[in-house]
């Protein structure tokens, strides 16, 4: 009969064993140990070798664990540490470093003629109760998202565990919100400076909470977390639409890789232009993500179908992250928004300057509009006029508000 706290393929205490174990314990460290990219071994070599790999890992990890630990199989490339001994800042870096620098110099023996390289990751967390195990696994989170091969101590007060109660706050905020409709679309103004007139406005979103409102930086990542991405988007639609259906303004519509993944738009926005009496060539939709992210058949089937009836498409926040010419030549849109940080920064930044004098000779080579965002001041406005940049946006001109200019 098999030990429940036994596993199976390791023959080391499982995850039964371990719960139990913290459960009696007044004070431990955990160093919880994830496997960097075990998938790979299972999808090149197939599972049989997977197991074998993991057996000889937890072999390994016995072997040059601290002295007086306990070693648990936690999931399948999960392995907990769980030492008892008061241990410094120092010694519990130093029993990390030591494994995973064990790690780095060591080829996992999986058969009698094939050795495979593997490398591991390490949370570490100190305290009491099983909680300590999902303090661990979050410090491995945070590690990832910058390296892996390494190792990080749980921070109770980190930019990421912040981060992470933000967006569990707004989890069940952007709930209510749905729930009570409070979420509201507001318009700023966009100017043709050849003109000097307000040609376009740019719908964005709000949550409206006792009178405060909430910009979306503070709340899509949760909204995508819920899977309410397109719901946002929707409501921007409708109540945009809405808004221009008795003026001649354009208006561009901020839309994601979620709402095109979810292939509804087309059909959404055709069927509420012509509710709204409102021509497609009136609407950009306004590319969120950096434009390499917008390569796959289908996403490209889906813009050019877009343009096909009329819509326009605009790249915002060009030269922030990882954009660049290349793909913007291939992707060849009705206009392009400079990052902000560059236009807020061109009177006092060389490089700003370059950046947007490059940005709008290519733009003008390659007929795309250019849209000046943040611009704050008369100087700043003064200078875009200058390089040839057709369209400003920014508190210059007018923020945004629920009601038309």
């Not at 519990?92 to 009698?112: G, H």
């Not at 000097?196 to 899509?220: A, V």
């Not at 109540?239 to 259906?245: A, I, P």
């Not at 928004?337 to 920064?345: A, P, R, T, Y």
């Amino acid at each position: 009969m098999q030990n429940i706290h036994n596993d199976s393929l390791t023959n080391i205490a499982n995850r039964f064993a371990l719960m139990e174990y913290l459960q009696g314990l007044e004070h431990a460290n955990i160093f919880l140990i994830d496997i960097d990219n075990f998938s790979n071994i299972n999808n090149a070599y197939g599972f049989e070798i997977g197991d074998a790999a993991l057996v000889e890992i937890a072999r390994l990890i016995a072997i040059v664990k601290p002295f007086t630990s306990k070693l648990f199989r936690l999931n399948s490339d999960e392995f907990v540490v769980v030492c008892m001994d008061v241990m410094s800042s120092k010694k519990l870096s130093d029993a990390a470093s030591s494994m995973i620098s064990f790690f780095d110099q060591t080829e996992i023996e999986v058969c009698d003629d094939m050795n495979i390289k593997v490398s591991i990751s390490i949370g570490i967390s100190i305290g009491s109760g099983t909680e300590i195990l999902n303090h661990a696994r979050t410090a491995i989170k945070e590690l990832r998202e910058h390296k892996r091969s390494s190792y990080k101590v749980y921070d109770p007060n980190s930019s990421f565990i912040k981060k992470q109660q933000e967006n569990i706050y707004w989890v069940h905020k952007i709930k209510e919100a749905f729930e009570e409709e409070r979420l509201v679309t507001y318009y700023q103004p966009i100017v043709n400076n050849k003109t000097k007139k307000i040609e376009k406005y740019e719908c964005l979103i709000r949550i409206c909470d006792d009178g405060i409102l909430t910009p979306p930086i503070r709340f899509m990542e949760a909204s995508r977390l819920t899977g309410t991405l397109s719901l946002v988007t929707k409501s921007v639609i409708e109540q945009s639409f809405k808004r221009f259906s008795d003026t001649e303004y354009e208006f561009s519509i901020n839309i994601t890789s979620t709402d095109l993944y979810l292939d509804y738009l087309e059909d959404y926005l055709l069927k509420s232009a012509k509710k709204h009496n409102i021509h497609p060539s009136r609407v950009a939709l306004e590319m969120l993500e950096d434009i390499n992210t917008l390569n796959t058949p289908e996403i490209l089937a889906q813009l050019n179908s877009l343009r096909y009836h009329g819509f326009k498409i605009s790249i915002d926040d060009f030269g922030s992250q990882s954009s660049n010419f290349s793909r913007l030549l291939e992707f060849s849109p009705d206009y392009l928004k400079i990052d902000g940080s560059f236009i807020k920064n061109i009177l006092t930044d060389k490089k700003s300057l370059i950046i947007v004098e490059a940005v709008v000779l290519l733009c003008k080579k390659s007929n795309i509009k250019v849209i000046a965002e943040f611009v704050h001041s008369a100087e700043v406005q003064a200078k875009v006029e200058e390089l040839g940049v057709d369209y400003s946006q920014g508190y210059h001109f007018g923020e945004p508000m629920e009601e038309l200019q």
